[in-house]
């Protein structure tokens, strides 16, 4: 397999990734002659991929012998290759902005996470605080962000380590405020942002506001919580 891609140097994860992607059911050894290291380096990896969702793991059977897994790419994992759609949503959206005012773009979007709610409706109204933040990272992850969420001493901090619209939100920053407004109507309550991936920050983070009580203010931070595709 070729270890360069339009001209650059391909690292061995990426190696793996395509390997993955030609031969759907690679075993580790397999993916170890493709990326000619060891299968020791190459479960480290792939446990790396499987954490993050990427790819997806099949236990086979065999007559004799114990189990062994083969693996494919999950349908996160595919969209970590180029995609066209990418470039047809900017021009659209390019389009969209040439024919409309500035406000029926906004409602265009409001309407969309509006429908994302919709779909869920009834199922996190009635949760306390810190189970809605569990919901939310839940929720997230379906639309492809990476989160987490932890207990301050004045609130909680959510941060999103990915953003699966950051190749066209730098051009469509009406895009990067998707997320926003879930959290906003999810957890019933403005939250803060703290920075931002698009500006530069190597995640975005947030920040939700809540009085804890002099005992829950005593106690340990929470455990952090994380959510990845499966």
């Given at each position: 397999?070729?270890?360069?891609?339009?001209?650059?140097?391909?690292?061995?994860?990426?190696?793996?990734?395509?390997?993955?992607?030609?031969?759907?059911?690679?075993?580790?050894?397999?993916l170890?002659?493709?990326?000619?290291?060891?299968?020791?380096?190459?479960?480290?990896?792939?446990?790396?991929?499987?954490?993050?969702?990427?790819?997806?793991?099949?236990?086979?059977?065999?007559?004799?012998?114990?189990?062994?897994?083969?693996?494919?790419?999950?349908?996160?994992?595919?969209?970590?290759?180029?995609?066209?759609?990418?470039?047809?949503?900017?021009?659209?959206?390019?389009?969209?902005?040439?024919?409309?005012?500035?406000?029926?773009?906004?409602?265009?979007?409001?309407?969309?996470?509006?429908?994302?709610?919709?779909?869920?409706?009834?199922?996190?109204?009635?949760?306390?605080?810190?189970?809605?933040?569990?919901?939310?990272?839940?929720?997230?992850s379906d639309?492809?962000?990476?989160?987490?969420?932890?207990?301050?001493?004045?609130?909680?901090?959510?941060?999103?380590?990915?953003?699966?619209?950051?190749?066209?939100?730098?051009?469509?920053?009406?895009?990067?405020?998707?997320?926003?407004?879930?959290?906003?109507?999810?957890?019933?309550?403005?939250?803060?942002?703290?920075?931002?991936?698009?500006?530069?920050?190597?995640?975005?983070?947030?920040?939700?506001?809540?009085?804890?009580?002099?005992?829950?203010?005593?106690?340990?931070?929470?455990?952090?919580?994380?959510?990845?595709?499966?």
């Amino acid at each position: 397999m070729d270890d360069y891609i339009n001209g650059k140097k391909r690292t061995t994860r990426e190696i793996i990734l395509h390997g993955i992607k030609q031969s759907p059911q690679s075993t580790v050894e397999d993916l170890a002659e493709v990326a000619d290291i060891s299968p020791v380096t190459v479960r480290h990896h792939l446990n790396a991929l499987l954490a993050e969702g990427a790819i997806e793991a099949t236990s086979i059977r065999r007559k004799v012998g114990r189990p062994y897994y083969v693996y494919s790419l999950s349908q996160r994992g595919q969209e970590l290759f180029p995609r066209r759609y990418v470039q047809l949503t900017s021009r659209l959206l390019d389009e969209l902005k040439d024919r409309l005012p500035q406000e029926a773009i906004e409602e265009i979007f409001e309407g969309v996470v509006e429908t994302v709610l919709h779909e869920h409706r009834g199922e996190y109204e009635h949760l306390p605080l810190e189970e809605r933040l569990d919901y939310l990272t839940n929720l997230l992850s379906d639309e492809g962000f990476l989160s987490t969420w932890e207990r301050t001493r004045t609130g909680y901090k959510l941060v999103e380590y990915s953003c699966p619209y950051l190749s066209i939100g730098s051009a469509h920053t009406e895009v990067c405020n998707f997320d926003r407004q879930i959290m906003n109507s999810i957890l019933q309550q403005e939250v803060q942002q703290q920075s931002c991936i698009l500006h530069g920050a190597n995640f975005c983070e947030y920040h939700i506001e809540a009085k804890f009580t002099p005992d829950e203010q005593g106690q340990p931070e929470a455990d952090r919580q994380i959510v990845e595709t499966n």
